[in-house]
């Protein structure tokens, strides 16, 4: 994987890319004020290309409250989705209503089809469920700084029952799973 | 330390747990000095949200000291008395931003369950399951409260723990309810529930400007507390033709705002209920939205309704018709508690808000099983049960 941005499609007047650092002209500072909440379409991308991706799987994204170079700096994806290297395509785009940054990521790889699909997410090994995982702990550590931990937690005597056993594969899996 | 455990369903249990740890930077440990049942906890005591797990420790409205604060907490330092919101928020996201801090982007680990029921998850709850983040609660003699300086609010001097308790959240629900949903000066508005929530909503609808507000519900002792301590007028809904005697009272028209405090195990009279009980207890739909659909009928045409009252997931005979016809306005929200707990504090302290009276049953942990059979069961004019296991 590539540490280096690049924006897909220059635009005058506003934030650039250029390999080493994002470079602010004094059009772009305008810009950046009196475009507030306008989408803009362009792409940053962090593996220094314009072109589509092989594959057309559906992108994974979330909202993050910070601006795009707070996001993707110099065009190097967060922490969590660096650590997937090759396994996925990530992009950052500001959001509208200047809700922040979209941070979007996807499999480059071809997502299993439905069954086998149901397998891998049962056995936690379904790609997708780390691309969503890792999504939402940089959207975390980006807001807050940390990732928010919940064990160990206080509890009596589990019992070792048959719900017990389901909620806690559900938690387990809950952070890899959802709609993202 | 000592905790109440949820150990199936309507079962609780006193049991020896461990003690809590800051796990995060911004964690505070509290001494729990207060700890109060809600009416939402019923919903997990009888199996109506199944995201329980045995052993689970329950309780998500408290206050008490701080013992022990994370490095990067600011706000807080040992020895402080403060409440605490029941949702959990980071305070960075933008719903948090945007003071709708119960939608919290980072306050709830397990996303994935309340997307797949809701399509998009929201904040993280102590003690509500592991929908909303499987956190420890508070009916125990320590909690640790992730977010600290976001959700945990000094208590003012002057101001008692058993009276702070209801700020987490009781009092701040009802502040949510009454001020989203859009109450003018003059406006007539009706509760459906007197319990804590109900009666925190009445008295907040009052305090931003409703000229006349009106409390629905059946049971005696509660419409007598909102009458001595909030001020409202009352209804008994098993006594009365309750539409009748609200158009009645605001001249043909209806409530302008009407607040639905009962939630998804609502109470009612005729066959309409039995329906309601049957399809749940069948588990043919979740939640039983009688008192929300008597609020829709009665609201007035253009005016609006709130939903207040905690839903799981679904439910049947919805009166879209009516909804649709008159133009209404539908909103609904889970507690917005950093938002309104320093007013309500202020309200609490400067006297024009009473809520030790909601207190009726304070108990030593100890006695947790036999607190929520009375609570659950409604015995000896039970209102809340108050635990109170570090004092």
Same mark, same amino acid.
């Given at each position: 994987m590539s540490a280096q941005g690049q924006i897909?499609? @220059?635009? @005058?007047?506003?934030?650039?890319?250029?390999? *080493?650092?994002? *470079?602010?002209g004094a059009g772009a500072i305008g810009g950046l004020v009196a475009g507030a909440g306008l989408l803009v379409a362009r792409r940053f991308r962090h593996d220094g290309s314009d072109e589509e991706p092989e594959t057309a799987n559906r992108w994974h994204v979330v909202t993050v409250n910070r601006s795009p170079d707070e996001v993707m700096p110099d065009g190097t994806p967060p922490p969590a989705l660096r650590a997937l290297g090759d396994l996925v395509e990530v992009e950052v785009r500001p959001a509208q209503q200047a809700r922040g940054t979209e941070l979007r990521a996807r499999v480059r790889q071809p997502e299993p089809g439905t069954a086998k699909s149901v397998l891998e997410r049962l056995g936690g090994t379904d790609p997708r469920q780390a691309? *969503?995982?890792?999504l939402r702990e940089d959207k975390q550590l980006i807001e807050v700084g940390e990732v928010l931990r919940l064990e160990p937690i206080p509890h009596g005597d589990r019992g070792h029952t048959p719900g017990g056993k389901l909620v806690e594969t559900v938690t387990k899996r809950a952070g890899g799973e959802g709609l993202l | 330390m000592k905790a109440l455990c949820w150990t199936g369903v309507n079962e609780t249990a006193v049991e020896e747990v461990d003690d809590p740890r800051i796990l995060n930077d911004r964690d505070v440990i509290l001494r729990v000095r207060a700890s109060t049942t809600c009416g939402s906890d019923l919903h997990l005591l009888g199996g109506y949200i199944p995201l329980m797990q045995r052993g689970d420790v329950l309780g998500h409205e408290f206050m008490g000291e701080v013992v022990e604060v994370g490095k990067a907490v600011e706000k807080h330092r040992v020895g402080d008395r403060v409440v605490v919101s029941s949702f959990i928020s980071c305070g960075q996201c933008w719903y948090c931003q945007h003071e709708l801090y119960s939608l919290c982007d980072n306050g709830n680990p397990n996303p994935a369950v309340t997307e797949a029921m809701w399509g998009s998850s929201v904040g993280g709850c102590f003690a509500y399951s592991h929908a909303l983040g499987g956190f420890a609660g508070s009916h125990a003699e320590y +909690?640790? /409260?992730? $977010?600290?300086? /976001? =959700?945990?609010?000094?208590?003012? !001097? =002057?101001?008692? !723990? /058993?009276?702070?308790v209801f700020a987490s959240d009781a009092a701040s629900t009802g502040w949510t309810g009454a001020d989203l949903a859009g109450i003018a000066p003059d406006d007539t508005v009706a509760v459906w529930g007197a319990g804590a929530v109900g009666q925190m909503a009445a008295r907040a609808a009052m305090l931003l400007g409703a000229g006349q507000v009106v409390v629905i519900d059946r049971l005696p002792e509660r419409l007598?507390?909102?009458?001595? $301590? +909030? =001020?409202?007028d009352t209804l008994d809904y098993t006594s009365t033709n309750l539409v009748a005697e609200l158009k009645e009272r605001t001249g043909g028209r209806g409530p302008d705002v009407c607040i639905e405090a009962v939630g998804m195990e609502a109470h009612g009279t005729g066959p309409q209920y039995w329906y309601d009980q049957v399809k749940q207890q069948l588990r043919l739909q979740t939640d039983r939205p009688t008192a929300l659909r008597e609020a829709i009928y009665a609201c007035r045409k253009g005016g609006s309704v709130f939903v207040l009252g905690v839903f799981g997931l679904l439910v049947d005979k919805f009166p879209l018709g009516s909804l649709m016809n008159k133009s209404l306005t539908v909103r609904g929200a889970q507690m917005h508690g950093q938002r309104y707990i320093p007013r309500i504090l202020d309200h609490i302290a400067a006297g024009d808000l009473s809520t030790e009276h909601?207190?009726?049953?304070?108990?030593?942990? !100890?006695d947790g099983p036999r607190g929520y059979e009375m609570f659950k069961n409604k015995e000896d004019g039970c209102v809340r049960v108050v635990f109170q296991p570090g004092s």
């Open positions: 897909s499609e @220059p635009v @005058p007047g506003q934030s650039t890319f250029s390999g *080493r650092g994002w *470079r602010l691309v *969503r995982a890792a | +909690i640790r /409260v992730p $977010f600290a300086d /976001v =959700g945990a609010f000094s208590v003012p !001097d =002057g101001v008692s !723990d /058993v009276a702070a007598q507390q909102a009458r001595q $301590f +909030i =001020g409202a909601l207190a009726t049953h304070p108990m030593p942990l !100890d």
